[in-house]
């Protein structure tokens, strides 16, 4: 039996990456998922894998930073199957790098409204749900959040990124201080460098060289897969990991060492 057998689940950018790895394990560990993303048709790709395979998925276009469809994301899942019992909140954007006194105000605001606010706005309306919700198994509901390692050490050139990923750590710890009574968990992964589209834009953009001078940065010298999150965001979701809460979760290879 699967670690998350005839539970729901629900993943945000979940049309490509670590989003879509995550919503397939949940699937294969025999969730039904929501998979949510702005970009509808990669949403739409990811649950008809998961039916491809025998799974239940439905594909939502939400944009995470903005409340109303966040509530409706909600309404629509619950309706559909009648509670929620995990939630990976792991929908981001990147950006250039800039100097810090050169970062444009319109650049802090974007990268903040999707990475920090976004996941304010998916857990909130996640936890009003799940505190109405009867005990299953270990507890209500389980949340984990994708920060990175730019959440306990600056990314260069990216303070707004550092902001947003060290910011998502500070409100994960403040749900599982204060829901821990409800029977609810709250933890993070934290990726290293992990090969997703959201990496290939960087490579893209730094150009010829850049992707070889990353491998050299990372652990054995080897890019992280999408699935190894993945994997991790959907044990810590799990009732294996009933007495995990409140923590962040490296999963980079031994790249950051606190
Ligand atoms: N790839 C890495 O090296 C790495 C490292 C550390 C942390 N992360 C984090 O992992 C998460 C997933 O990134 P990824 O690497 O899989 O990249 P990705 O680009 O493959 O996936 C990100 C997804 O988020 C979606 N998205 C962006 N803004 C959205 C919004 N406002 N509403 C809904 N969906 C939105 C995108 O459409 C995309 O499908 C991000 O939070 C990222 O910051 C990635």
């Not at 394990?25 to 008809?48: L, M």
């Not at 949340?143 to 730019?150: E, H, K, L, Q, V």
């Not at 991790?232 to 031994?254: E, F, I, P, T, Y």
Request: proline share 3%; aromatic share 4%.
């Amino acid at each position: 039996m699967g670690m998350h057998e005839g539970r729901v689940a629900l993943v945000t950018g979940a049309a490509s990456g670590i989003g879509r790895s995550t919503a397939l394990i949940f699937a294969r560990e025999g969730a039904s998922v929501a998979v949510v993303d702005w970009n509808e048709e990669g949403a739409k790709a990811t649950a008809g894998q998961i039916e491809s395979l025998g799974g239940t998925a439905i594909s939502l276009g939400v944009d995470v930073s903005d409340e109303a469809q966040v509530e409706e994301m909600l309404a629509k899942i619950t309706a559909r199957f009648g509670r929620l019992d995990a939630a990976l909140n792991n929908a981001g954007v990147t950006s250039p790098s800039f100097k810090f006194h050169e970062m444009p105000l319109e650049e802090w605001s974007r990268m903040i409204a999707v990475n920090l606010t976004g996941v304010f706005l998916c857990m909130k309306h996640e936890l009003a749900q799940m505190v109405t919700q009867e005990i299953l198994g270990e507890g209500r509901g389980a949340i984990c959040n994708t920060s990175s390692g730019a959440g306990v050490v600056p990314a260069p050139g990216q303070p707004h990124y550092t902001a947003a990923k060290h910011g998502v750590l500070g409100i994960m710890k403040n749900v599982a201080q204060e829901y821990a009574s409800n029977r609810i968990r709250c933890n993070s992964v934290l990726p290293g460098i992990t090969d997703t589209a959201m990496i290939q834009e960087s490579i893209d953009r730094n150009g010829p060289g850049y992707r070889e001078m990353l491998e050299k940065t990372v652990p054995g010298g080897v890019i992280g897969k999408p699935e190894e999150v993945g994997e991790a965001a959907v044990w810590l979701c799990s009732d294996l990991a009933s007495r995990v809460n409140g923590q962040s979760l490296m999963v980079d290879g031994g790249g950051v060492l606190r």
